[in-house]
């Protein structure tokens, strides 16, 4: 359904209550251009971690399904329904797809925010961020040439890219629709099949997102969506001969376990994004402080601090080291947690009661390891899975908090008094996925960006960027790319052609 364009707290719970009525809300895996429940016929509940109150009823795809939809989709590619299709008239559908999610817009960010409990302002910018990426996608479409190589009269040379053929891509819970628009954009762009798992934690866009894709003329098996766990659906898509990318967005832990998966089978390519603990560097020349402490809480409170690239870890130099604190403690005030329906709110609710325990576990082991517990620290009591803005001080590289991923609202304040600490500190992490730095001095700011080992440096700003510049990370942060026309590039294949000529 389309949802006219809702303003206040009262207008967003109005549509949430529309919108969950019974038979409502599709539950089911999309397989072969229809929605079917498991061959199982197991299910299992989504919850809103706001309430606690079950959304759906989700179908719970294994191996069995798995099977079936990795069969459909190689179908689909040798019948070339899009493989072989035109260059603009996959791009024709693909924007299509982009107009009906910019009509559906508030109902896909509506379910976002009931299914992982984000802020619905949030939401709303999460799938403006989807549907940017599907129309950047399609509009590459068409504008990819191949190449001639350099040869004599006597031969022709050619360089053609290719569709891989079959992408599975598992994507995580906590921006559900604009990591699945990550995904799903190039791999489609590029003329792919995929099939699509999302985070049981937050199937609930994917699948309407299925039911967009159908009306908007993605041919039957080029577009699967299969809701289930990891250990089950997520496995046998990974050990699938039939399956050539896997495409995750996820923990280290999951990243390798793939990578194991993809040696153990077809030595399929496999692009992950992973964790991080990043590092966010601010020098003691920066200018405009207050400024500068907003950005640094909002790029660990944003999202209830479940981000990838959080700005976990905050290396202040020591001579502002206590102001600058103050100002972030000042902020994370101002940051509370609140109800996800509420376009005032900044913070939302934990995802569920799993990660909700591992964050408090985590600030109880910061306390006992002699952390400076300055804000925060405790669960918010009452309805639904809420943690406020917690800082810590005087956190040393050798503490927990300070090198382990929390995924939660836990910022580490570090103090540091030489450039090349800063930048030893930074760099003493087994992740690599983005970094900032704060400074005024430009021959600081190359300096440093050139020895921090990161994917991506915010060079005074956080998580700054658009679709032409690509997101992903070194180290153990992971391999892939997201966006840019370097994505597009990872869901293709080279195949070089030599043509002997007459002479």
């Given at each position: ?42 299910t299992f509940d989504t919850l809103n971690p706001a309430t606690g109150e079950t959304l759906a009823r989700i179908a719970s795809c294994d191996a069995a399904d798995a099977e079936l939809a990795v ?20 791009k024709r559908v693909m924007l299509r797809l982009a107009e009906l999610m910019e009509t559906h817009r508030h109902e896909l960010a509506l379910l976002d925010t009931l299914d992982m409990g984000k ?385």
């Amino acid at each position: 359904m389309s949802i006219e364009a809702p303003k206040t707290r009262d207008d967003w719970h109005a549509l949430a209550q529309s919108l969950t009525q019974p038979l409502t809300l599709e539950s089911r895996a999309f397989i072969d251009d229809a929605f079917v429940g498991a061959a199982s016929g197991e299910t299992f509940d989504t919850l809103n971690p706001a309430t606690g109150e079950t959304l759906a009823r989700i179908a719970s795809c294994d191996a069995a399904d798995a099977e079936l939809a990795v069969g459909h989709a190689r179908a689909a590619f040798a019948r070339g329904d899009w493989s072989r299709l035109a260059p603009g008239k996959r791009k024709r559908v693909m924007l299509r797809l982009a107009e009906l999610m910019e009509t559906h817009r508030h109902e896909l960010a509506l379910l976002d925010t009931l299914d992982m409990g984000k802020p619905v302002s949030s939401s709303l910018g999460d799938t403006a961020g989807a549907i940017a990426c599907l129309r950047y996608n399609a509009e590459s479409i068409d504008k990819l040439y191949g190449e001639v190589a350099p040869t004599g009269e006597e031969s022709l040379a050619l360089v053609l890219r290719e569709p891989l053929g079959v992408v599975a891509s598992i994507v995580p819970w906590n921006f559900p629709l604009m990591m699945t628009a990550w995904k799903i954009a190039p791999a489609l762009a590029a003329g792919n099949s995929v099939i699509l798992k999302p985070s049981e934690k937050s199937p609930l866009s994917a699948l309407r997102l299925a039911q967009l894709a159908r009306e908007a003329g993605i041919p039957r098996g080029v577009f699967q969506v299969l809701p289930g766990f990891g250990h089950t659906v997520g496995k046998a898509l990974a050990l699938s001969m039939e399956v050539d990318c896997l495409a995750f967005t996820g923990s280290t832990g999951t990243g390798k376990q793939l990578m194991q998966y993809a040696g153990q089978s077809n030595l399929k390519r496999v692009y992950l994004e992973c964790g991080g603990k990043s590092p966010n560097i601010i020098f003691a020349d920066c200018r405009d402080l207050d400024r500068v402490a907003r950005h640094a809480a909002a790029a660990i409170f944003h999202n209830q601090g479940e981000v990838c690239i959080a700005g976990s870890r905050l290396l202040v130099e020591n001579a502002i080291r206590e102001a600058f604190v103050e100002r972030v403690l000042s902020c994370a005030e101002s940051m509370q947690p609140g109800d996800p329906l509420d376009p005032a709110s900044f913070m939302g609710a934990i995802v569920d009661e799993a990660q909700h325990r591992r964050i408090l576990d985590y600030i109880r082991q910061g306390v006992e390891e002699g952390a400076r517990l300055c804000a925060g620290g405790q669960a918010i009591e009452g309805q639904g899975l809420f943690i406020p803005p917690t800082v810590f001080d005087g956190v040393t590289p050798a503490m927990t908090i300070g090198r382990e991923e929390i995924f939660g609202p836990v910022l580490s304040v570090f103090g540091f008094d030489s450039e090349e600490e800063a930048v030893a500190m930074a760099n003493d992490s087994v992740y690599g996925l983005a970094a900032g730095l704060w400074s005024q001095d430009i021959d600081r700011i190359m300096r440093v960006t050139r020895r921090l080992q990161s994917g991506q440096v915010f060079v005074n700003n956080w998580a700054g960027g658009d679709q032409t510049v690509p997101f992903g990370g070194v180290k153990q942060s992971g391999n892939g790319r997201d966006k840019s026309h370097h994505s597009l590039e990872e869901y293709s294949e080279l195949k070089s052609v030599w043509i002997a000529l007459s002479t």
